[in-house]
């Protein structure tokens, strides 16, 4: 069953903790060697510049409503659909009752 993205902290999602991540090890790059940092910084800036244009083009800065929300909004309806029926077969069955020792032959 498809599931929504995953958040760390509810407000935080994981691209920007990887991108945090990759600043600061930069940060460690230049601070340790500059040639190395510069390279480094370099390369980040550049698939930086990969991903934006992905996403403006197709992503979810482009926007364009994501095809994946779909699934996931029908399977979280279903699945509610599904839990409303049990709880109504349980109310309708009524509560079953346990073998009362008193009642046996």
């Known amino acids: 069953m498809p599931v929504p993205s995953e958040r760390l902290a509810g407000w935080l999602s994981l691209k920007w903790l990887v991108a945090g991540v990759a600043l600061a090890a930069d940060g460690l790059l230049l601070s ?7 390279a480094a910084g370099s390369l980040l800036a550049v698939v930086t510049v990969i991903w934006l244009y992905i996403a403006l083009r197709y992503g979810s800065l482009s926007g364009t409503p994501s095809v994946r929300m779909v699934p996931v909004e029908r399977a979280r309806q279903q699945e509610n659909l599904r839990r409303m029926a049990a709880a109504r077969d349980f109310a309708r069955s009524g509560a079953q009752q346990g073998a009362d020792p008193a009642q046996r032959p």
């Not at 340790?32 to 510069?38: N, Q, S």
Request: proline share 0%; glycine share 14%.
């Open 32 to 38: 340790y060697d500059l040639r190395l940092g510069l």
